[in-house]
């Protein structure tokens, strides 16, 4: 059925067509209801130093819900202005956590977030491992993870057996798996999209590092949704020097098949299908530097669709080729070890001039 409906929209829409960068950027944003917010009312809400960082706990507030809270790490003792990465944490149906999954404030990780670390990060907080090579890193909580997560309401009464062995965070995020699809339903309700209050959130973080004047050349990475909200920052922020996009690139095309049921709603802006593939958006910010790693035994993506991917993101930096570098990396889907030092040695290059 969903093939033969695929063809009519193709033949009735015009699907996947190829604007131009820019022209494609500011259409997906119009379409997908990017908010205008600001990192308002910014509080230092405590400091530290360890492990050969001083970290900040920083909060502000987005104009609606609970404060944000974010990390900011440096090298200890660094001067600046420093090149900064905004590190976005990624989705792994884990909302409880947010910025901790890949930053260490000064409690360290939870057994939830080691296990989570271990089996996607390399065992590392990459955001930790990034400002000890001389960036100024921050992670930040966003709209439904972390600190910006809706309560759980839990049924009155005492917990059944069932639950008993879970922890807080493991029942939280068993609820959550459960209502993403309620919440793009009541942001679509309000004329925007889980795409668009999420890529409303991550511009502002990045508006406000660029703000500090410790702070130089702004860039972003992410694994994963974390991926995915790179690529939406470097297609919304003419000012993001340099994005690392990590195991989140496929064509559309080729996921219809298999693949939709397993990815977050904040994949599939709307609309973005009339205006082009997941690969043009990606795309949209050449000629400004951009590294695609495909994760090439990712269960999550077709090879095809990374492979094609690839193509149509080189076909849209055939005028500036050496600002789009590809790692075809022979994992499952993750941001392990040696794909973080190359993201890293990349990003150097890139915002350390």
Do not use: N
């Not at 990624?90 to 989570?116: F, N, Q, T, Y």
């Not at 709307?270 to 043009?280: A, E, I, K």
């Amino acid at each position: 059925m969903f093939a033969e409906l695929a063809g009519l929209a193709q033949a009735q829409l015009g699907l996947y067509p190829s604007l131009p960068g820019p022209e494609l950027a500011a259409a997906a944003r119009e379409a997908v209801g990017v908010l205008d917010l600001e990192a308002a009312g910014v509080r230092v809400e405590r400091t530290w130093s360890a492990d050969g960082l001083d970290g900040e706990e920083l909060s502000w507030s987005v104009g609606f819900g609970p404060r944000t809270h974010a990390y900011l790490l440096k090298p200890a003792g660094a001067g600046g202005p420093l090149p900064g990465v905004v590190a976005l944490h990624c989705h792994a149906g884990m909302k409880w956590a947010g910025k901790e999954k890949i930053a260490d404030g000064p409690e360290g990780p939870s057994p939830e977030v080691r296990r989570l670390r271990d089996e996607i990060y390399g065992g590392r907080a990459f955001a930790g491992e990034l400002a000890r090579r001389g960036f100024a890193v921050l992670a930040h909580d966003v709209f439904v993870w972390g600190s910006r997560r809706f309560p759980l309401e839990l049924p009155d009464g005492p917990l059944s057996e069932a639950d008993r062995p879970l922890s807080e965070a493991d029942r939280y995020d068993q609820a959550a798996k459960e209502h993403e699809h309620v919440v793009a339903k009541q942001c679509a309700a309000l004329g925007t999209s889980f795409t668009g209050v999420v890529a409303g959130e991550d511009l502002a973080a990045a508006a406000y590092l660029r703000s500090r004047p410790d702070v130089g050349l702004v860039g972003c990475a992410g694994l994963s949704g974390g991926g995915a909200r790179a690529a939406l920052l470097g297609a919304f922020d003419p000012e993001m020097s340099a994005v690392v996009v990590t195991a989140m690139t496929s064509t559309f095309r080729e996921m219809l098949a298999a693949h939709v049921p397993l990815h977050t709603w904040m994949f599939w802006p709307p609309g973005l299908p009339r205006l082009g593939d997941w690969p043009d958006l990606v795309a949209a910010r050449a000629p400004r530097p951009l590294m695609v790693q495909y994760a090439m035994r990712d269960r999550l993506f077709p090879e095809d669709g990374m492979r094609r991917a690839h193509t149509i993101i080189g076909d849209r930096y055939a005028q500036a080729p050496e600002a789009y570098e590809a790692v075809f990396a022979d994992v499952p889907h993750s941001f392990d070890v040696p794909m973080q030092e190359r993201a890293f040695d990349w990003l150097g290059a890139h915002l350390k001039g």
